[in-house]
């Protein structure tokens, strides 16, 4: 079965300490992996896109690389602007649903 | 250029009812996938509509069905209505099929069924 699992479940930083998310994916084809974020009450934000092993994108405060099995999100000297939820998501080469999400992580930056 | 749009934004509806959601893409995108959000269960994925057909589907039940129009605005139809109905819909549009490219979400419809 095709799984994505996001850790840790949620997270409290202070500003300026930077840590990492993990998202790690159990599926029988890797077509992408994509990261959004999610503020409250709104629909998620497309971060990144990681189409192989040893890929990485960087947007800001924001980087994202991919293992064969996992992907992970680091935050450099986050500011309270980056709390937010967190969400990996596998696209699938195989299978009648195509895009698996993981639950997210949620992110809190103390000022 | 315009982002995903989703109406209404909110609906009280009662047990046994049915409702309809509807989504418009970013213009030129061709997909819609719909998908429910819950505290529970995260975002699970509904079914995706590629120029007017069902490409592929989740694994939710019967009473959960959609439709793509030629101008790719897409409806999802929910009926008989349950309490576990409860959840936010969100619609999310790309060029490609789901899972090829990036999606953009419209900001979801709050469905609340008493």
């Known amino acids: 079965e095709d799984q994505v699992t996001q850790s840790p479940e949620a997270l409290r930083l202070q500003e300026g300490e930077s840590s990492s998310l993990n998202c790690s994916y159990t599926?029988?084809?890797?077509?992408?992996l994509f990261w959004y974020r999610q503020d409250p009450g709104k629909g998620p934000e497309f971060l990144f896109t990681?189409?192989?092993a040893g890929e990485e994108k960087e947007k800001e405060r924001l980087k994202a690389t991919l293992t064969k099995k996992e992907s992970f999100l680091h935050i450099t000297a986050p500011k309270p602007e980056d709390s937010a939820t967190y969400l990996c998501?596998?696209?699938?080469?195989?299978?009648?649903?195509?895009?698996?999400f993981g639950q997210g992580t949620r992110l809190t930056i103390n000022p | 250029k315009a982002g995903v749009t989703q109406t209404p934004r909110y609906l009280i509806k009662t047990r046994g009812q049915q409702v309809t959601l509807s989504c418009s893409p970013i213009?030129?995108?061709?997909?819609v996938s719909w998908y429910q959000q819950t505290p529970g269960q995260g975002l699970q994925f509904l079914f995706e509509?590629?120029?007017?057909?069902?490409?592929n589907k989740g694994n939710f039940p019967g009473r959960f069905s959609g439709r793509q129009f030629s101008n790719s605005r897409s409806e999802m139809n929910v009926s008989t209505l349950e309490l576990g109905d409860s959840a936010l819909y969100l619609c999310?549009?790309?060029?490609?099929?789901?899972?090829?490219?990036?999606?953009?979400f419209g900001p979801g419809t709050r469905l609340t069924v008493t």
């Open positions: 999310a549009s790309s060029s490609g099929l789901a899972g090829e490219g990036e999606q953009y």
């Open positions: 599926v029988s084809g890797l077509r992408g």
């Open positions: 990681l189409y192989s």
């Open positions: 998501a596998v696209g699938l080469l195989q299978g009648a649903q195509k895009l698996v």
């Open positions: 213009s030129g995108h061709r997909s």
């Open positions: 509509y590629f120029s007017e057909t069902q490409r």
